[in-house]
């Protein structure tokens, strides 16, 4: 008897189960359509509150990895979103974490190399197509902003008209397509400049060492009392140490050159001289995240961000081999930071992690 039972009772989770999959495509779309209501109604931005919010749009290099879009960092001061540097992928990472390319006021460059510039045309019209704006997207950066602006409104200008043909004036204005540049000139050695002070969010940008890149800047964001500090790629710096004195976080570029050397010994076995040149020349003009850590540490900075990871770690473990002795320089949170991060700190000073990677 309790045999019979078992089997009928069997038999009923296994033709439930078989109505489950059956059923598995108008289950997935409900679970869509519930989620994308969710998404839509309360993006990630609305949520945060009042406070400095650093948000990791991108967290990778030029190096392949699919885990980290390009070199990107949001910035929240309250209700108001500003983004550092929009590399491959960043509008899309901004669409994940909840953060409307709409919402965006303004996008500023540390520097112009590829890296840190092609995922600019997409984020611009993300924004234009998704809050009809009617003014272009400003583009703040070192002299030469006004040269990556105009030819990606040139490159873009043939789509721009198709999207107007297609939408309609009322959804994209054509007055709001493509960049328009605002540069400013570089900063005295050791030295910052306001380039930025509108409704209480102060931009202060200062000279780093990237050579041969002449025009690399850092970036300082004030806030109701609060700041962060972005270090753009640089090698270690005493300028960054004076313009990030006393920050609440320091967003610093990272290189780990035990991960780097392995690939250029592979490159140079694998008869590819070139690349192999390449992981040797990329260690003269970044930082380790020891000398990362030693910046921080002078700084006194309250939290570290790695960020802009070179290599890409396909094995979570290397983690700790990318961040080697750095914590030993360093006694405030380390973190190296994934896509979809966002680091807030709370005007009361309080300082968290977490990731809003949605949908």
């Not at 489950?20 to 869509?32: D, E, H, K, N, P």
């Not at 002299?143 to 309609?168: F, K, M, Q």
Request: glycine letters at 10%; one cysteine or more; charged letters at 20%.
């Amino acid at each position: 008897m309790k045999k019979w039972i078992g089997g009928v009772l069997a038999l009923a989770v296994i033709a439930g189960g078989t109505a489950l999959y059956m059923q598995r495509g108008a289950i997935a779309f409900a679970v869509f359509e519930r989620g994308a209501v969710q998404v839509l109604a309360t993006p990630t931005i609305d949520a945060l509150g009042d406070g400095l919010h650093a948000g990791f749009c991108g967290t990778g290099s030029p190096l392949a990895d699919r885990r980290r879009a390009g070199p990107c960092l949001a910035i929240v001061a309250g209700e108001r979103l500003f983004v550092f540097d929009a590399g491959e992928g960043a509008a899309e990472s901004l669409a994940l974490m909840g953060l409307p390319a709409a919402r965006i006021e303004a996008v500023f460059l540390t520097h112009f190399h590829s890296d840190h510039i092609d995922g600019l045309a997409a984020l611009a019209l993300q924004r234009w197509a998704s809050s009809s704006a009617d003014a272009p997207l400003g583009l703040h950066g070192a002299p030469g902003a006004e040269r990556i602006a105009n030819g990606l409104n040139e490159a873009y200008a043939i789509d721009s008209t198709y999207r107007v043909a297609h939408h309609g004036t009322d959804i994209v204005p054509p007055g709001g397509f493509g960049l328009t540049a605002h540069p400013f000139a570089m900063p005295p050695p050791d030295e910052s400049t306001v380039v930025y002070d509108q409704d209480g969010v102060r931009v202060l940008a200062f000279a780093v060492d990237h050579s041969p890149v002449d025009s690399a800047v850092g970036y300082r964001i004030e806030y109701e009392g609060r700041s962060v500090v972005i270090s753009g790629d640089t090698k270690r710096c005493a300028c960054v140490v004076r313009a990030a004195a006393n920050a609440d976080l320091l967003v610093h570029e990272a290189l780990s050159q035990p991960l780097t050397r392995v690939l250029g010994s592979a490159a140079q076995r694998n008869n590819q001289p070139n690349v192999a040149r390449i992981f040797q020349d990329i260690e003269n003009y970044h930082t380790t995240p020891r000398e990362a850590a030693e910046v921080a540490a002078s700084a006194n900075v309250r939290a570290l961000a790695l960020t802009h990871i070179v290599p890409p770690m396909p094995i979570a473990f290397l983690e700790g081999v990318f961040v080697g002795d750095a914590r030993d320089a360093f006694e405030g949170p380390l973190w190296v930071m994934r896509d979809g991060d966002i680091v807030t700190i709370a005007p009361d000073g309080d300082i968290t992690r977490r990731n809003t990677i949605r949908f």
